[in-house]
């Protein structure tokens, strides 16, 4: 269990938990059941913790099979016919833990299985659990669409106001793409990039976000303790490499090629705020980031597969367990000043 892993468990029971909350009060405040077999507002709110538990941990699994399964491109029917098999599954599972609830609280000892599963009262039930898990499942792939954590930052409004913030950027390309593009076409050409992105999850590892994607670029980001800590934004370039590596057969099976990345890493202040009326995402501005872009640029020239400014190396301390090389104060596109450049390599 990686620690995403663990974060999706965490809200998939908080999601439950809030869920069952409310339809045990909407149920229960005020009205009664004349046919039916009814908690009552103290019982309802006592157990709905342990239900929201229940249903969080096993439909937060499925949800991780599900993702797992497309990840490997699974046939889309095929996939959604499991989805369905899987909540259908825990629908029944929570059936049966209602059902023992309702013997033991409300001491029905009498009441068959057969007489709750078909009580009209519970199809009500059903429909919500199927609902709330639709619900869930569509903004869990929002959240996924748009990085971790930025659904609840835009949901908080934590960026309606442009503010100020410390961070790490790495602008991490393809090289000889041109030359791939034509000789794969574009269609091959693409679900390669697909499968390099794919591999590129590897880097939540070192707690870096995926900013963007842009063509067969890759804009990767740190808090500035996060990314400096044990070497992060270093270490996940390199975590990249050997997961491309060890995936190398099948890039050269699929492809007759190993694909190959540039990199360029700079620290600085940033604004961040919120874009857009009809698309909306989080957006970072300012020269960091032109920097650490035009950096990365420079890979080819120096042929260099990853180059730091002196302000980053400077920020990762004197303890630096890679081979540095200070390249020089190198001229920028678009920037009025040299900028001090280092090669980045593992030590043998």
């Known amino acids: 269990m990686t620690k995403d892993k663990w974060l999706l468990i965490r809200d998939y029971v908080f999601a439950w938990t809030l869920a069952l909350i409310v339809y045990n009060l909407v149920r229960s405040v005020g009205t009664i059941e004349i046919d039916g077999i009814q908690l009552s507002t103290q019982q309802g709110l006592l157990v709905s913790p342990f239900f929201g538990m229940l249903f969080g941990v096993v439909f937060g699994f499925a949800q991780m099979t599900f ?3 497309y990840d490997k491109r699974t046939a889309l029917p095929k996939l959604f016919l499991l989805r369905l098999l899987l909540s259908l599954v825990v629908l029944l599972l929570a059936t049966i833990a209602a059902f023992i609830t309702f013997i033991f609280l409300l001491e029905m000892g009498d009441l068959k299985f057969s007489e709750f599963i ?121 975590r990249f490499k050997a997961q491309i590596n060890t995936r190398e057969d099948h890039y050269l099976k699929a492809y007759g090629h190993k694909p190959f990345f540039k990199a360029g890493l700079n620290i600085g202040k940033v604004t961040v705020a919120e874009v857009g009326k009809v698309k909306k995402e989080i957006a970072y501005h300012g020269d960091t980031i032109n920097t650490a872009a035009r950096i990365q640029g420079k890979c080819n020239d120096f042929n260099s597969e990853l180059l730091i400014s002196k302000e980053l190396k400077d920020a990762l301390g004197e303890d630096f367990d890679f081979e540095t090389n200070h390249m020089g104060h190198i001229p920028l596109k678009g920037k009025a000043n040299e900028v001090s450049i280092f090669s980045v390599e593992e030590k043998p």
């Open 118 to 238: 078909f009580n009209p009262p519970i199809f009500v039930f059903y429909g919500y659990i199927l609902l709330i898990d639709i619900l869930i499942s569509l903004l869990r792939q929002v959240s996924l669409m748009l990085g971790p954590g930025t659904l609840k930052k835009l949901f908080l409004g934590q960026f309606y106001q442009p503010r100020e913030e410390e961070r790490v950027f790495m602008f991490l390309d393809l090289k000889s793409s041109t030359e791939m593009a034509e000789k794969l076409g574009h269609f091959k050409y693409s679900r390669m990039i697909q499968d390099c992105f794919d591999d590129l999850a590897v880097v939540t590892k070192t707690e870096a976000e995926i900013y963007q994607y842009v063509g067969d670029e890759a804009v990767l980001t740190w808090h500035k303790g996060p990314g400096l800590k044990d070497k992060n934004c270093i270490h996940a370039f390199y």
């Open 67 to 69: 993702e797992r399964l």
